[in-house]
């Protein structure tokens, strides 16, 4: 019976054979790879509204600020005619002292705590939160004198030197608040309705434009002169001012309005009046001092993707005053009488 031989391989045979085992392996172990990667969460990627430290998008930017000297000069105030109310009323609410701070806004984001992204100061009434209502705030103590509830707000101002992330510094108290009620260069006040709710400026400026900017940043010392867009660089011995102007114009019907502004409209710039079916309601007018580190070294608080702009400053009021207290206010404008 015949022997039957094997025949071995050729060295090219076996380098063959050897290099498919090789790249099968690499094919297994991506497959078993790609399957497990397929399966890990993302990695995170930071957003503009992180707000941990070093946050890129935190804000503000020295191109934020600016030598007061550069404000451009205040628009002339319209003259008063012979129906103006020229008095004014100064509410006496101190300048929070006792540190009643919160990041909520019932007006605009009520029932929503932290509904604002931001830390707001408050004086006045005590107890004013996310849930706030015209019952609880009537049922609060309040800081100001002459038993005024109503709630008086806007956000911090901070010592940003140091400082990272969104709304991070040391927040600084006002050195002063002045909350004084004016009149109208055209016309008598009437009363403000109770619960009457009022804003003034747009925290959403920056993103959404200027059209509602209304604050006004300046120094103490130097008169007539303002910035909206960028925070002023103030002489030495003088202290950042924030103007913060309400409107006063009101539809005679509505406390409030669904974007909150619709009800209570600003008066015409050049003449003061009033727009046809509106009536003048006292003019309340915020007026914040600080002491600021020198140099571009402070900035108020704001939603993260405003990244802190001084032209997103904005504030916030709801009337609790008692009637009587109101009808003595409007005495005074109309009279032209300074009370307080």
């Known amino acids: 019976m015949p022997t039957h031989h094997r025949r071995r391989p050729g060295g090219t045979h076996l380098v063959l054979v050897a290099l498919l085992a090789l790249l099968g392996s690499a094919a297994a172990f991506a497959a078993v790879t790609g399957s497990a990667s397929a399966h890990q969460a993302p990695s995170s990627v930071p957003s503009a509204t992180d707000n941990g430290p070093g946050h890129a998008h935190a804000g503000p930017s020295p191109a934020d600020f600016a030598d007061i000297r550069r404000a451009p000069r205040d628009a002339p105030a319209p003259a008063p005619g012979p129906e103006a109310s020229t008095g004014t009323f100064t509410a006496r609410c101190g300048r929070n002292g006792n540190g009643h701070r919160n990041p909520d806004n019932f007006i605009v984001t009520p029932g929503v705590a932290n509904g604002a992204h931001h830390v707001h100061d408050y004086v006045g009434n005590l107890s004013t939160d996310a849930f706030s209502t ?10 100001c004198a002459r038993g005024d509830k109503s709630a008086y707000f806007w956000p911090v101002l901070r010592d940003v030197r140091g400082s990272g992330g969104q709304n991070s510094g040391r927040i600084l108290t006002p050195d002063s608040v002045a909350l004084t009620f004016r009149g109208n260069p055209a016309a008598p006040v009437t009363a403000m309705p109770e619960g009457l709710r009022a804003i003034t400026g747009d925290a959403k400026a920056f993103t959404a434009g ?17 910035f909206t867009d960028r925070y002023p660089l103030c002489p030495r011995g003088s202290r950042v001012v924030r103007l913060l102007d309400f409107p006063s114009c009101w539809d005679g019907q509505h406390p409030d309005s669904a974007d909150h502004r619709s009800h209570l409209r600003f008066p015409d710039a050049a003449s003061g009046r009033c727009a ?23 900035a108020v608080d704001s939603f993260p993707e405003q990244l802190r702009k001084p032209v997103t400053d904005h504030a916030d009021f709801a009337d609790v005053m008692p009637r009587q207290l109101m009808a003595t206010v409007v005495r005074c404008i109309d009279e032209g009488r300074r009370c307080g």
């Open 134 to 143: 015209d019952i609880s705030l009537q049922a609060s103590g309040t800081t």
């Open 210 to 226: 200027t059209a509602n900017a209304r604050a006004r940043w300046g120094c103490t010392g130097v008169a007539g002169r303002h």
């Open 276 to 298: 046809a079916g509106t009536v003048a309601v006292p003019q309340l007018r915020m007026e914040l001092a600080y002491t600021v580190p020198r140099g571009p070294a402070f």
